[in-house]
């Protein structure tokens, strides 16, 4: 029923990348959906302050779980590699390998998110009338992260071998699940936020043990027994040496988020609803460039292992090609539909004319958000994660904190418009030292890079 597997080495590039792509893309878009009703849940029914509760949480979410999301992409990028070698032992110990630090990586979470999410909401300048809802919502949220880890590594593995219709699936039923939980929860129990953050937790765990059970009965190398549960040593270097540049990348990256996130924080409660409707809007534009994203990704990693290096350099042009389209495309749609769109979150006039300001700058010039990602993903799938953390952090980060603490202090300049233009600026940035960056690198090396 499923294509449980794609070899990305042989065939037309673009058939490849899209049979891979859409249905990841599907998949964050069904998620976003159910996220998106997480938000409107709250937001008719719980009040402004709810919803910007809930909205504010995200960048500080992505801040503490980014580092262990890097380690996921190191996961894919070791399995793809092995997968495109045809290299059988290491691939068995990658699983196992995998799945334990999942493990590992949710109980740390837990622990840390638990403790420091109301200090890290203070240095957030959250407004105390959204302070103690996003507290509770982040302890619950962090209470059940392990399932969300198991999911995100198992995924990752799934991917690996270009299986991107059975993670689908899983997380159509999962999503289905949090929205009845959400409407339960919400409405029937008057449970606010908290019920919002149990219905995640309980949906992430259905994903995570189904996702556990796909691995357990496969009968390839991906096949997960119990038994053999341990850390590989060498095979856990060669994932860190991949995910630990990346996820301190995404740290780094949400961190600039944050401080933005506190800019917007000092327009008040009303500001912050309104940027976070906005937010998930423009969420399902993103996620349909990042699918095109990760297939690079999975493409170059599978390619590099199995010596192709040819296919690579026609990737980088088909899916810049498809992520600019996308991007363009999706973001104007979504700007020009925009207060219609925000009315489903808020019927607040104000909430909805703050959403609108930043529609405007994010939403018309997306696309360089994607090719920006994309291209990142491109130098990483060939092993290199040093070399885009470093122009990453220091062109879409630190360009966007001196951007905030130079223009947006001037009086005349100090508003959220000016806030959401260091975007596009940095994004533009740091793709064209991206771009220069990897054709050094591709044309310095040859196919023993990884």
Request: proline share 2%; hydrophobic share 55%.
């Amino acid at each position: 029923m499923f294509a449980r597997q794609i070899d990305m080495t042989e065939g037309s590039i673009f058939a490849k990348l899209m049979k891979f792509s859409v249905p990841l893309i599907i998949s964050n878009i069904l998620q976003l959906m159910f996220n998106a009703a997480d938000v409107i849940v709250v937001g008719r029914f719980a009040g402004d302050n709810s919803l910007a509760a809930v909205g504010s949480t995200g960048s500080l979410i992505n801040l503490l779980v980014n580092l262990f999301v890097g380690l996921s992409v190191g996961t894919n990028v070791v399995a793809a590699n092995f997968f495109g070698a045809k290299k059988s032992y290491e691939l068995k110990q990658t699983v196992h390998t995998a799945i334990l630090l999942s493990v590992v990586s949710g109980i740390i979470l837990t622990a840390v998110g638990i403790v420091f999410t109301k200090p890290i909401l203070h240095l957030m300048q959250a407004p105390e009338e959204v302070l103690n809802l996003a507290a509770l919502y982040l302890k619950v949220y962090f209470g059940g992260i392990t399932a969300t880890m198991i999911y995100n590594f198992g995924s990752a593995l799934l991917r690996a071998k270009g299986d991107t219709q059975r993670p689908l699936v899983i997380l159509f039923i999962a999503g289905l699940i949090n929205v009845l939980l959400n409407l339960f929860f919400v409405i029937k129990c008057s449970m606010d936020v908290a019920g919002v953050a149990l219905a995640t937790v309980i949906s992430q765990t259905f994903a995570a043990v189904f996702v556990i059970l796909i691995l357990c009965f496969e009968k390839d190398d991906f096949k997960l027994n119990f038994r053999e549960l341990k850390m590989n040593g060498s095979i856990l270097a060669k994932i860190i040496r991949i995910g630990v540049p990346a996820g301190l990348q995404g740290i780094v990256f949400s961190f600039s988020n944050v401080i933005i996130q506190s800019s917007i924080n000092s327009f008040g409660s009303i500001a912050i609803a309104g940027n976070s409707a906005a937010c998930n809007l423009e969420g399902f534009v993103y996620t349909s460039m990042n699918g095109f994203s990760q297939g690079a990704l999975t493409f170059c990693s599978q390619n590099m292992g199995a010596g192709r290096k040819d296919r690579i350099k026609k990737l980088v042009f088909v899916s810049q090609a498809v992520v600019i389209v996308i991007g363009e495309g999706l973001g104007w749609l979504v700007y020009l539909f925009g207060e219609t769109l925000i009315g489903f979150y808020t019927k607040n006039p104000e909430v909805i004319q703050h959403g609108m300001i930043r529609l405007s700058i994010i939403c018309t010039t997306y696309a360089l958000c994607g090719m920006m990602d994309c291209m990142a993903n491109t130098i990483r799938g060939i092993g290199h994660s040093l070399i885009p953390m470093i122009v990453t952090l220091v062109g879409a980060c630190g360009l966007r904190l001196v951007y905030l603490a130079t223009f947006f202090q001037i009086p005349a300049l100090h508003s959220e418009l000016t806030i959401f233009l260091s975007y596009p600026i940095s994004w533009l940035v740091t793709f064209l030292f991206l771009a220069g960056s990897f054709i050094i690198i591709f044309n310095k090396k040859s196919s023993k890079i990884l």
